[in-house]
């Protein structure tokens, strides 16, 4: 494709990108531009459509005037203020607002800028809150297999994913993780929830007992896991991790980076599944990915075993610079009016019978060993080339791009999670495009 911008390798050398093949991008560029609803704009002028919604989090879709406005006005009414020892208005607003669509019993909220600070801050409250609690003993955290959290260090050293972790030493001791539940044999093709490995969830038993339930704080796992290529919770699963981890004193934390704010057809997931943890961690749509932002949702139980001791004290030695930010403040009411205004913290519920039926008439494509879906979330996964992992998605990505549609592709496995805008029309250009895409590679 050509590209207007007319860069050179050279022009680009400086950026050191995030995730990305490098070299490869630096060669052959992807330029965005522009975006509007459902659409990027590149840099040769083509309409791009975002079956990614970014990176999951342009939940409402791009450039959504309420939300660019919110930020102009608070950028020219209070562009900062500190965040320790001071408040603004609209930090306590949001926290209220927040509260509000959570699951019950989730009643405050501490802020961060990323997911990965989200993880972070909520493994350190959980470690706290046992310490305040007088069990000082519970240090262990138990995450799981292929799990992501994230690339700060403890989010890598309870995430599960190999190649996000074995470059960087021997991470956090005392971390154990569950085994993930991905079982293709039993469940390929699956729409909606597994029927098989529910049970899995009695693995955590298993860790209790050898560790023993006293040095145990915390089990974090992502209800839906999206980076390592959707896994979809077994029936079953997640209610099972949630009695274990009551019967021992231990905290659950649901990390919602993008399971929160709609993508199932509730706000969260604990309310998609009915299952409550003691700590919810949020980001991406938060705002709708327009001004870094996260959230951590802790029961009054947790929030309340802090408060205690002289009044003058800091309760709790966290925070950023920006938690509560107030342009990001700003962003994340607007957005908050956004989805409340077009339905779209439920959407997903109405759409997702008609994304699985198009979803799932690719069974056939070329190359396709299972398909998998939930809410307004789908995964393809293909067969490898042998030898050459990553390489058969990879090219596919690039396809589809090149056709005019943005996926996400880890390793061997395609992954959509569109804006909760879309149509059904989109929806079936979706799906045609992809076909198109699947029966092109190789
Ligand atoms: N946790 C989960 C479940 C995620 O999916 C992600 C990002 O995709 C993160 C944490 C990290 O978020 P961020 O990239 O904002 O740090």
């Given at each position: 494709m050509s590209n207007r911008l007319n860069t050179t390798p050279n022009d680009l050398r400086a950026f050191w990108m995030p995730f990305t093949a490098n070299r490869q991008f630096k060669q052959n560029p992807r330029m965005l531009v522009g975006a509007r609803d459902m659409h990027f704009t590149a840099s040769d002028g083509r309409k791009i459509l975002d079956g990614t919604a970014g990176l999951w989090c342009v939940n409402a879709g791009h450039c959504r005037p309420k939300i660019t406005e919110a930020i102009a006005q608070q950028a020219g009414e209070l562009d900062y203020a500190p965040a320790f020892q001071m408040g603004h208005p609209k930090a306590f607003e949001l926290a209220n607002r927040l509260v509000d669509i959570a699951p019950d019993g989730m009643n405050h909220v501490l802020f961060t800028n990323s997911g990965s600070e989200s993880v972070e801050t909520a493994l350190k409250v959980a470690l706290a809150y046992h310490r305040v609690k007088g069990n000082g003993s519970r240090t262990r955290l138990i995450g799981r297999e292929r799990g992501y959290h994230g690339v700060n260090f403890g989010g890598i050293s309870v995430g599960g994913i190999v190649t996000n972790r074995k470059m960087f030493g021997t991470l956090l001791t005392g971390v154990d993780h569950m085994p993930h539940t991905h079982l293709p044999a039993q469940n390929a093709f699956t729409k909606g929830q597994p029927e098989h490995g529910g049970d899995l969830a009695s693995e955590l038993e298993r860790i209790v007992t050898l560790h023993d339930a006293s040095t145990i704080a915390a089990v974090i796992v992502e209800p839906v896991a999206g980076s390592t290529g959707v896994l979809i919770p077994p029936k079953g699963y997640l209610k099972k991790l949630r009695e274990i981890c009551t019967k021992h004193g231990i905290l659950l934390i649901f990390d919602e980076v993008i399971t929160g704010f709609g993508r199932l057809g509730s706000p969260f997931a604990a309310q998609h599944y009915d299952v409550m943890p003691d700590m919810i961690t949020s980001a991406k749509g938060l705002t709708n990915g327009v001004i870094p932002m996260g959230a951590v949702f802790v029961t009054s139980e947790i929030h309340d075993a802090f408060m205690q001791g002289p009044e003058h004290m800091i309760e709790f030695f966290h925070g950023y610079t920006y938690s509560g930010n107030p342009i990001a403040s700003a962003a994340a009411l607007a957005t908050l009016d956004t989805y409340k205004e077009e339905g779209l913290l439920t959407r997903a519920a109405e759409l997702s019978p008609y994304w699985e039926e198009q979803l799932h008439?690719?069974?056939?494509?070329?190359?396709?060993?299972d398909i998998r879906n939930t809410g307004l979330i789908g995964a393809i996964e293909l067969d490898p080339i042998a030898g050459e992992p990553t390489k058969r998605a990879f090219s596919a990505f690039l396809k589809a791009y090149d056709d005019g549609l943005l996926i996400r592709t880890t390793g061997d496995i395609i992954a959509l999670s569109p804006p909760l805008i879309i149509s059904k029309d989109q929806i079936d250009e979706l799906f045609e495009k992809l076909r198109t895409v699947l029966k092109g590679v190789t």
């Amino acid at each position: 494709m050509s590209n207007r911008l007319n860069t050179t390798p050279n022009d680009l050398r400086a950026f050191w990108m995030p995730f990305t093949a490098n070299r490869q991008f630096k060669q052959n560029p992807r330029m965005l531009v522009g975006a509007r609803d459902m659409h990027f704009t590149a840099s040769d002028g083509r309409k791009i459509l975002d079956g990614t919604a970014g990176l999951w989090c342009v939940n409402a879709g791009h450039c959504r005037p309420k939300i660019t406005e919110a930020i102009a006005q608070q950028a020219g009414e209070l562009d900062y203020a500190p965040a320790f020892q001071m408040g603004h208005p609209k930090a306590f607003e949001l926290a209220n607002r927040l509260v509000d669509i959570a699951p019950d019993g989730m009643n405050h909220v501490l802020f961060t800028n990323s997911g990965s600070e989200s993880v972070e801050t909520a493994l350190k409250v959980a470690l706290a809150y046992h310490r305040v609690k007088g069990n000082g003993s519970r240090t262990r955290l138990i995450g799981r297999e292929r799990g992501y959290h994230g690339v700060n260090f403890g989010g890598i050293s309870v995430g599960g994913i190999v190649t996000n972790r074995k470059m960087f030493g021997t991470l956090l001791t005392g971390v154990d993780h569950m085994p993930h539940t991905h079982l293709p044999a039993q469940n390929a093709f699956t729409k909606g929830q597994p029927e098989h490995g529910g049970d899995l969830a009695s693995e955590l038993e298993r860790i209790v007992t050898l560790h023993d339930a006293s040095t145990i704080a915390a089990v974090i796992v992502e209800p839906v896991a999206g980076s390592t290529g959707v896994l979809i919770p077994p029936k079953g699963y997640l209610k099972k991790l949630r009695e274990i981890c009551t019967k021992h004193g231990i905290l659950l934390i649901f990390d919602e980076v993008i399971t929160g704010f709609g993508r199932l057809g509730s706000p969260f997931a604990a309310q998609h599944y009915d299952v409550m943890p003691d700590m919810i961690t949020s980001a991406k749509g938060l705002t709708n990915g327009v001004i870094p932002m996260g959230a951590v949702f802790v029961t009054s139980e947790i929030h309340d075993a802090f408060m205690q001791g002289p009044e003058h004290m800091i309760e709790f030695f966290h925070g950023y610079t920006y938690s509560g930010n107030p342009i990001a403040s700003a962003a994340a009411l607007a957005t908050l009016d956004t989805y409340k205004e077009e339905g779209l913290l439920t959407r997903a519920a109405e759409l997702s019978p008609y994304w699985e039926e198009q979803l799932h008439s690719l069974k056939d494509c070329p190359h396709v060993i299972d398909i998998r879906n939930t809410g307004l979330i789908g995964a393809i996964e293909l067969d490898p080339i042998a030898g050459e992992p990553t390489k058969r998605a990879f090219s596919a990505f690039l396809k589809a791009y090149d056709d005019g549609l943005l996926i996400r592709t880890t390793g061997d496995i395609i992954a959509l999670s569109p804006p909760l805008i879309i149509s059904k029309d989109q929806i079936d250009e979706l799906f045609e495009k992809l076909r198109t895409v699947l029966k092109g590679v190789t």
